[in-house]
């Protein structure tokens, strides 16, 4: 059970969002499509990175707001919009099998609308097994292959959160290392706490 209250979670995702949206805003983009499911925690880390990357680009955001049943929907607004990176920031508190249930949908649908851009995963979607679930399907897996994909993931015992360039060889993914972040004492702990379940002591 995570060492964390629901406030310090919701903390947790601003905390993370706002290194999120600078790494993307460092990629050089300045159009950004954040896609997030309906739900407390999913939303704090999409706004948070929306306000981060809007600081360091001035560019262009938009938050999608997935809820069951609307992934094809959500895929042609996504084509329209045109953004130069989509960020599937699927994760939260919504069950992981229903979480990755409308992910796999989503990831369909824009396969079939061919929606532009390269595509930023959530690490928690993304070591879930969401992303190697959707690259069981063979549209996605053509959709997905001439794609710039990247997933952010986080080195607990180092205190970074790393980007990587995601990289799919018969259908399985292995990640490089492209750019790395430091966090914060404060951020570093609560990410212990929320997924290690173990309190930090720094010297």
């Known amino acids: 059970m995570p060492l964390t209250t629901f406030e310090e979670e919701i903390y947790l995702r601003t905390l993370t969002g706002r290194l999120v949206g600078k790494a993307i805003a460092d990629l050089g983009v300045n159009k950004l499509a954040v896609v997030a499911p309906k739900n407390i925690i999913c939303s ?12 360091h680009t001035g560019g262009v955001t938009y938050h999608f ?5 609307n992934e094809e929907e959500i895929a042609k607004r996504l084509k329209d919009f045109n953004a130069q990176v989509v960020l599937l920031q699927f994760g939260g508190e919504t069950p992981i099998e ?4 409308s992910f796999v949908k989503l990831l369909k649908a824009m396969a079939k609308e ?12 993304f070591a879930a097994g969401g992303v190697k679930e ?5 549209e996605i ?16 015992d180092e205190g970074k959160v790393y980007v990587n360039k995601v990289k799919v060889e018969g259908g399985e993914t292995k990640l490089e290392k492209i750019a790395e972040y430091h966090v914060t004492l404060e951020h570093a702990d609560l990410l212990n706490r929320s997924l ?8």
Do not use: M, N
């Open 44 to 55: 704090s880390i999409a706004t948070a990175t929306e306000a981060a990357f809007l600081d």
């Open 114 to 125: 061919q929606v532009p851009g390269a595509i930023v995963f959530h690490v928690r979607i």
């Open 98 to 101: 229903e979480t990755k249930k």
């Open 196 to 203: 290690k379940d173990r309190k930090v002591t720094f010297q």
């Open 65 to 69: 707001l997935v809820d069951a049943g």
């Open 134 to 138: 959707a690259l069981a399907d063979e």
């Open 141 to 156: 897996a053509k959709y997905l292959a001439g794609k710039d994909l990247y997933v952010y993931t986080v080195g607990f």
